[in-house]
């Protein structure tokens, strides 16, 4: 079971990396992006998620 978790946490951040890293976002965005994603895996990909260089700007 814990494989399979690891599995598709792998495979969810390898798709954020990638969606970063072709994303029109500037270069400073992309590695840290990049870098969050890596170093925090399951947090990283919430927060790319909710707020990553692809998602909405949330206006006031």
């Given at each position: 079971m814990e494989f399979l978790i690891g599995l598709i946490i792998l495979v969810l951040?390898?798709?954020a990396i990638h969606q970063t890293l072709t994303s029109g976002a500037s270069t400073l965005a992309k590695v840290v992006w990049t870098?969050?994603?890596i170093?925090?895996?399951v947090l990283g990909f919430?927060?790319?998620l909710v707020a990553g260089p692809r998602g909405r700007p949330i206006r006031a």
């Open positions: 951040d390898i798709y870098i969050a994603i170093l925090l895996p919430i927060v790319w």
